[in-house]
């Protein structure tokens, strides 16, 4: 059993609930836009960290993070890519990773959205966890939990606040 804390579009920013919120999480994993190298030190010193890049991320970010991920969780196959679209409408790479490696989940980023739905067609759980930053047009911070035992998903939880726009 594990305990997965999910968050994306920090864009150098790591809200401060995001400690106690993934403290008692076996991992923490980012889907993208990360922003600033710092925030996946710190996410580290909470639990292992698996991360994508995103389109705003440097070369530094870049460098220790990877375009795309396939990895095994419990009794689940996982992929997280920061620009996948949405279940209907995914983007030509994210489709051929559908394709050729079959997730059970898929981790996305990008969107700004918060959107946790099941795709039947291809039979995965979508995730969108929105964006845990403060840049950006969305109004609203989250970020999310949940629970992996085996094949069974359980306890999702979503952080969600109003972003509050500094003038």
């Not at 920090?10 to 919120?21: S, V």
């Not at 292992?48 to 530094?60: E, K």
Request: aromatic share 8%.
């Amino acid at each position: 059993m594990k305990r997965i804390g999910i968050l994306s579009d920090t864009h150098g920013y790591l809200h401060p609930n995001a400690f106690e919120f993934f403290e008692k999480c076996d991992e923490i994993w980012h889907a993208g836009d990360i922003g600033d190298s710092d925030i996946l030190t710190v996410l580290r010193t909470i639990a292992p960290v698996r991360a994508v890049w995103g389109n705003c991320d440097g070369w530094d970010i870049r460098g220790e993070t990877a375009h795309s991920l396939v990895f095994n969780c419990e009794e689940h196959k996982v992929a997280m890519m920061h620009i996948v679209g949405k279940p209907g409408y995914y983007e030509p790479r994210a489709m051929e990773i559908i394709k050729n490696e079959k997730p059970t989940i898929f981790v996305a980023g990008h969107s700004h959205i918060l959107r946790v739905m099941q795709d039947k067609e291809n039979n995965l759980l979508f995730i969108n966890p929105g964006a845990a930053g403060r840049y950006g047009i969305h109004t609203r911070l989250t970020f999310l939990r949940l629970t992996i035992d085996g094949q069974r998903l359980s306890d999702l939880e979503i952080y969600d606040e109003p972003k509050q726009v500094k003038i």
